[in-house]
């Protein structure tokens, strides 16, 4: 089996297969314009690729607290704490599902953050929900710590954080 490698994600050069494989996780993710993509990568504490052999495998951004950012579950944390990384997203290509490539991202924002904050944050639906990443958030060390519906009502999530 090919190795995955972790490296940095970068908003110029990375930007045309990032927003390709954005799009495709789309409704697990929402969909950017890809000069918003760019910005947010540019912006980001932590904005990550995993590549399986020559190909990109999967995607994590991640912000710190104070980003220019219109999410509402950041906002949630961000009203509630100073200091935080807040994964927003985090996409794995098709064809590398199941292999680890999210457990891996994960590892690597838990050990760059370690020291710089206190805890990871994000935020899981549950409505429409989600138990097979509720799972794996619970497994990575995630506990709940708020709700909020967002979308007018049509979605709800559960705001997670991990401390470091």
Not at 12 to 18: E, F, K, R, S
Not at 132 to 154: C, I, K, N
Request: glycine share 10%; hydrophobic share 45%; net charge negative.
């Amino acid at each position: 089996m090919t190795e995955i490698a972790i490296r940095p994600l970068d908003p110029v050069a990375d930007i045309d297969w990032c927003f390709e494989l954005n799009e495709t996780c789309v409704p697990e993710v929402n969909s950017l314009p890809k000069d918003e993509l760019a910005r947010l990568i540019g912006d980001a504490a932590h904005a990550r690729a995993a590549w399986l052999g020559d190909r990109p495998a999967g995607v994590m951004i991640a912000f710190g607290p104070g980003v220019d950012y219109g999410s509402l579950n950041y906002a949630w944390f961000g009203a509630r704490h100073e200091d935080f990384v807040y994964m927003d997203r985090i996409m794995v290509h098709e064809r590398a599902r199941r292999l680890g490539v999210g457990r891996l991202l994960y590892h690597d924002l838990f050990e760059a953050a370690a020291g710089r904050f206190p805890f990871v944050a994000c935020e899981v639906n549950s409505r429409p929900p989600n138990p097979g990443s509720m799972r794996f958030h619970e497994q990575l060390g995630f506990r709940p710590v708020g709700e909020q519906e967002t979308e007018g009502g049509a979605k709800a999530v559960v705001l997670l954080r991990r401390d470091l």
